[in-house]
């Protein structure tokens, strides 16, 4: 079946907009992650969510950052007033339930200039 | 504060070439361990993960890992290398009841014809 997808694949913004990406979790799965990763460093864990659950923040580094989720479908991150230090390559990864293998998609390369 | 550390950042090798890349950690009690690859140009895969029993883990491509507790070490092996497994690759750890990944920094590894 399909991986999970992500859009878009690169965005280049300004400083001060506001973007928004998305995540199309595999069909059934029910986490649902957001890691960044910044030039040489690893991923950062951003978020999670589980099923209806209330999701875990304590990775979103300001509140600049949100992240929704409908149901066990669709999510997306939201960064509030870009700031340079945001640019990164944004990853979403989803798994069948919470502490299963974690499929990763394509990340979305975010520039902000 | 909890971590992973990859010590080679940057590995270059010949065909048929031996690889051993380490990871180590530093929690307690039970953990999770993974390692995954990203091949240029495409996404994290994940090659190998310890959940529980054989500390030898064998993975895809003729990878694999052993998992020693008493050295918090999750080193990454491969008899013979090839020039398709020139790619980068990250060490993962979780708590056995948590979900968010902790991600070391990667390892570039070039292997040459």
């Known amino acids: 079946g399909a991986g999970v997808s992500q859009s878009p694949s690169n965005k280049v913004t300004e400083k001060g907009k506001d973007v928004e990406l998305r995540c199309d979790p595999i069909?059934?799965?029910?986490?649902l992650y957001w890691y960044r990763q910044r030039l040489g460093q690893g991923l950062e864990f951003l978020i999670y969510?589980?099923?209806?659950?209330?999701?875990?923040k304590s990775g979103l580094p300001s509140d600049r950052f949100s992240a929704e989720r409908t149901g066990e479908s669709v999510s997306t991150l939201t960064i509030q007033r870009t700031q340079q230090e945001d640019s990164a390559v944004y990853l979403c990864?989803?798994?069948?339930?919470?502490?299963?293998?974690?499929?990763f998609g394509p990340g979305t390369r975010l520039t902000v200039l | 504060a909890q971590s992973v550390s990859q010590h080679n950042h940057h590995v270059i090798l010949s065909e048929a070439a031996s690889l051993e890349l380490g990871c180590n950690y530093s929690?307690?009690?039970?953990?999770?361990l993974f390692w995954y690859v990203q091949y240029p140009g495409q996404h994290l895969q994940l090659l190998l993960k310890?959940?529980?029993?054989?500390?030898l883990v064998k993975g895809i491509k003729g990878f694999e890992a052993e998992f020693i507790k008493s050295k918090f070490s999750f080193n990454l092996r491969k008899p013979s290398v090839q020039w398709s497994d020139t790619a980068e690759y990250f060490c993962a750890v979780n708590r056995n009841s948590g979900y968010a990944l902790n991600f070391g920094k990667g390892t570039s590894l070039l292997v040459t014809p």
């Open positions: 929690y307690g009690g039970t953990v999770n």
């Open positions: 969510f589980q099923g209806n659950s209330a999701p875990d």
């Open positions: 069909s059934g799965h029910t986490a």
């Open positions: 990864a989803s798994s069948f339930m919470t502490g299963d293998t974690q499929y």
């Open positions: 310890y959940f529980s029993g054989d500390p």
